[in-house]
């Protein structure tokens, strides 16, 4: 029998509510919104609608394995420990590491952080949120004392002007996004203004796009600053009553008058002004900002720089206002609340209050506790490259394609004496370079709480027993630290204990002066675990049921109770473009797809939206650099290369490009955008900057291209460039080479694997065209084309094929021909990922039957009717064809 469990989506930190119909005999799930869930009201994207299609056992990691043989629980964890023990003894304890995730369970990172910090003794656990928010984190300490979100998602529909800045929020936070396109629907008088080089799709609901210059965003906001100082718009019995520094911070913006910013931003002076006056003349602002702000080698201060401007006019604290920093990763926030960051020690508490680390370390009952802030990420993988590091433990992450300079991450890897890697996924780019490998719990075995953007904190419920062998990471590492001998203080038999001991340490000795309190859960039971309802931190007893706004009385978190004015002096990016390197390169995600994919390449209706690495370039680089759209390109940095797909696009600035940031070794073959992405850092933070890498482009010319697409997946691809995309019921290949094989039956026996076959082949050797058929009792297996001129059909139509158990004689002649059939058409590239929509049925249904609006698009085709994360294509396309 069914049964319905409510859990929360692993993705972004939206963090939206999950009711999950779980047919636990046949493991499957149908998974819907949450009505009840605060953050979402049962709206999901197509990355949380398609979670159902990612349970599936095949890829993963299903039994410890030790040096590449398999193994019992007990030898893998003896020998983690005895090697931990022993490289501490030898080397000392900063000579091991973990790096964790923001994927981790608050419950799992409280453990990991505990561990290494309170009884190995070494601050060196990091976590992959060191390149998500770690600017935010530091840009909160400085302005509030504390790493506080001020808001929560209800002030949407209380503001009269959002401002999203370096966010892609219709991409990146797709419900978000939609709640705040209700808003505005609801009230049209509610401004939105996006800020950010790229027109994206967030640009949809946009009065106002400022594409300004890479990495000039300090300079806007020390402009705004300047701007409401000036034109009297300050809040000066705020600023005297609750701030210090303003006189300061003012200052130092002296010298951004409007057409000096305008110069620097490279923005259009009349719409600079026009933000800078619906800031200063609307009461209720909201500040949105993400990866953009972040990822940049002064992240801290264009978080300063934003917060300053909403200390001076009091726009916080309040329903409506406040700067809100948007949380990449499902949480995230939970593992800043445990001190999963190097330079935290736990509970909001940090390296650098000596009285924390006395109070932390009675609290553990530790006499080892470290007294230092441990490496951040960048300098942790330097330090095992050096050797400094013999031993690390990775814990739900793929460093190897996600951090800067990638390639060298690798090599550290390579060189490191002893890598554990835990993890749900077999086959990924770090699991690959693993001496110990810990099969972790997928997302839908997993229990314990994660916290989302707005602090909200919720229960993610296991709605299956656990794959193969499969262990909770908290349990993974409880018992590790049982056979380091340190079982006293590691005695957990469920995740309950562990939140119970978290809750308990954030109230310990608290009395109001650490914002994370969530001591009212310090005693709490099993069945309310069970049954605990999303709730905004802190929950102590002034607050039993959770805060919505904090700051709302003007109180911080600094030894003086004001807030803090931070003065900027806007500073350029760790290396600007020079004549080797002219173009600056961007990074970010796509909509339907999440990190390395791992999990939401799993899921075949994800993948047909943006199929390919591809490369966004303005069409003046486009016609200097001789790139062709839909060509291939490569980039290169000082650091590495990759190959992309070029998309030829108005909506870069010139001097700009774009990829996203996804692809990993297993999908493609020069993918991995991370070996490209310099490892300058931010000071403060230590934050990578991912948006800012000069790099050069030429276009890659192979002598032909072509694509596969098998029902059965291939070991082995012998073409220069691939790129492997699953698919309903098949693979598909794309593929190009440097060289034509002398036989190309030859040649695709070799790709495909099959020994006896029965191909169907056509050839044009004059053209270079080559195109092969494989069918089994008339039902299709595999079909090949090749072409010197890069001309095809799209792959929609012959994709179709697959489900059929037995094609006609009219669709066995098409496969030669490469045309579909009379009558047939072909669906185009998928933008509508709920219901399998393709580019070219909402044209010809725009065309046919005069549309006009997104929602008459939805009508006749339903496109866009289920999470909305469509709909900016759609009006896209009604603008292009309408
Ligand atoms: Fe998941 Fe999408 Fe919600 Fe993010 S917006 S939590 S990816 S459903």
Same mark, same amino acid.
């Given at each position: 029998m069914n049964q319905t469990i409510q859990t929360t989506c692993p993705y972004c930190g939206v963090g939206c509510g999950i009711s999950a119909q779980v047919d636990a005999a046949n493991r499957c799930v149908t998974i819907n919104g949450d009505d009840s869930h605060p953050a979402n009201f049962g709206r999901l994207c197509s990355k949380g609608s398609a979670l159902g299609d990612t349970i599936e056992l095949k890829g993963r990691l299903l039994?410890?394995?030790?040096?590449?043989?398999?193994?019992?629980? #007990?030898? @893998? %964890?003896? %020998?983690? @420990?005895?090697?931990f023990l022993d490289t501490i003894q030898k080397y000392g304890p900063d000579a091991v590491a973990i790096y964790g995730s923001g994927q981790l369970l608050t419950e799992d990172y409280y453990v990991a952080n505990k561990l290494m910090k309170g009884f190995i003794g070494s601050g060196n656990m990091d976590t992959n949120s060191r390149l998500c928010m770690s600017s935010s984190v530091a840009g909160h300490k400085r302005a509030f004392g504390a790493d506080t979100v001020p808001g929560c998602y209800e002030d949407y529909e209380h503001a009269e002007l959002i401002i999203l800045i370096g966010?892609? #929020? !219709?991409?990146?936070?797709?419900?978000?996004?939609?709640?705040?396109? !209700? !808003?505005?629907? @609801?009230? $049209?008088?509610?401004k939105i203004v996006v800020i950010d080089p790229r027109r994206t799709a967030s640009c949809d609901i946009a009065d106002l796009h400022l594409p300004l210059a890479s990495g000039s965003d300090a300079w806007l906001f020390n402009g705004l600053l300047n701007y409401v100082g000036h034109a009297s718009r300050t809040n000066p019995t705020y600023i005297e009553q609750h701030t210090e520094g303003f006189a300061e911070a003012l200052a130092a913006a002296e010298n951004a008058g409007i057409s000096q910013v305008a110069e620097q931003c490279r923005v259009n002076i009349e719409d600079l002004q026009r933000f800078y006056e619906w800031f200063a003349t609307t009461d209720k602002v909201m500040s949105l900002y993400s990866q953009g702000i972040n990822q940049s080698s002064s992240g801290t201060d264009k978080v300063n720089a934003i917060i300053n401007c909403h200390l001076a006019t009091g726009k916080i604290g309040k329903p409506g206002s406040g700067p809100f920093s948007l949380t990449g990763q499902p949480n995230a926030m939970g593992g800043r609340e445990v001190g999963g960051l190097s330079h935290q020690l736990a509970a909001h508490m940090d390296f650098a209050n000596v009285d924390d680390i006395d109070r932390v370390a009675r609290f553990w009952g530790s006499r080892q506790i470290a007294t230092k802030p441990g490496l951040p990420a960048v300098d942790l993988f330097d330090a095992i490259y050096d050797g400094k590091v013999k031993a690390v433990w990775i814990m739900g992450t793929n460093p190897v394609v996600s951090l800067p300079n990638a390639d060298k991450v690798k090599q550290a890897l390579q060189r490191c004496e002893f890598v554990v890697v835990s993890d749900c996924i077999a086959n990924t780019d770090t699991t690959a370079l693993a001496h110990v490998l810990l099969p972790a719990q997928g997302w839908s075995e997993k229990d314990g709480t994660v916290t989302n953007s707005e602090r909200r904190i919720s229960r993610q419920r296991a709605l299956f027993k656990p794959a193969g062998n499969a262990k909770p990471d908290w349990w993974i590492l409880t018992q590790v630290a049982q056979r380091m001998r340190f079982e006293q203080a590691f005695p957990y038999q469920s995740p309950v204990e562990i939140f119970r001991e978290h809750a308990a340490l954030s109230g310990f000795e608290n009395n109001g002066s650490r914002d994370f309190d969530i001591s009212a859960f310090a005693d709490i039971t099993q069945e309310n675990y069970d049954r605990l309802q999303p709730t905004q931190w802190p929950v102590n007893q002034q607050y039993p049921q959770g805060r919505a706004r904090l700051f709302d009385d003007g109180r911080f978190y600094t030894p003086s109770g004001k807030a803090q004015f931070i003065a900027i002096t806007p500073s350029a990016p760790g290396m600007l473009p020079n004549a080797d390197y002219p173009l600056i390169l961007n990074t970010g995600r796509l909509r339907d797809q999440w990190h390395t994919m791992t999990r939401t390449a799993i899921a075949a209706k994800l993948n047909q939206h943006k199929p390919e690495p591809f490369v966004e370039i303005h069409p003046d680089d486009a016609a200097r650099y001789g790139l062709i759209q839909n060509g291939l390109a490569s980039i290169e940095s000082r650091w590495g290369e990759m190959l992309a797909r070029v998309q030829i696009t108005?909506?870069? %600035? $010139?001097?700009?490009?774009?990829?996203?940031?996804?692809? #990993? @070794?297993?999908? !493609?073959s020069h993918g991995r955008m991370g070996a490209l992405v310099n490892p300058f850092v931010d000071p403060v933070s230590k934050q990578p900057e991912s948006k800012h890498t000069p790099v050069r482009i030429k276009a890659y010319q192979p002598v032909w291209q072509g694509f596969i697409l098998s029902r059965h997946e291939f070991t082995a691809i012998t073409s220069a460039y691939w790129v492997k995309i699953k698919g309903e019921q098949f693979y598909r290949y794309e593929l190009a080479g440097d060289l034509i094989p002398n036989d190309w039956l030859e040649w695709a026996n070799l790709n495909t694997g099959v020994t006896a076959p029965q191909w169907q082949e056509y050839q044009d050797t004059a053209k270079g065209n080559y195109r092969a058929a494989l069918l089994v009792d008339n039902r299709l297996e595999s079909v090949i084309f090749i072409s010197r001129q890069n001309?095809?059909?799209?792959?929609?139509?012959l994709t179709s094929l697959f489900v059929k158990t037995e094609l006609d004689k009219t669709e066995r002649m098409a496969l030669l021909t490469g045309l579909p059939p009379q009558g047939v058409n072909d669906t185009g590239a998928i933008v509508c990922a709920c219901f399998n929509i393709g580019e070219q049925t909402i044209k010809t249904a725009i065309k046919d039957q005069g549309l006009t609006s997104h929602q008459e698009v939805g009508c006749c085709l339903k496109a866009g009717t289920n999470c909305g994360s469509c709909v900016p294509e759609i009006k896209l396309l009604l603008l292009e064809h309408g």
């Open positions: 039994q410890p394995s030790v040096y590449g043989r398999e193994t019992n629980w #007990t030898e @893998a %964890l003896d %020998l983690v @420990a005895d090697r966010s892609n #929020t !219709a991409w990146c936070h797709p419900v978000s996004f939609q709640r705040i396109r !209700a !808003a505005k629907e @609801a009230n $049209p008088s509610l108005g909506s870069q %600035l $010139p001097g700009n490009v774009f990829v996203p940031m996804h692809w #990993t @070794a297993q999908h !493609a001309q095809f059909p799209e792959r929609s139509w």
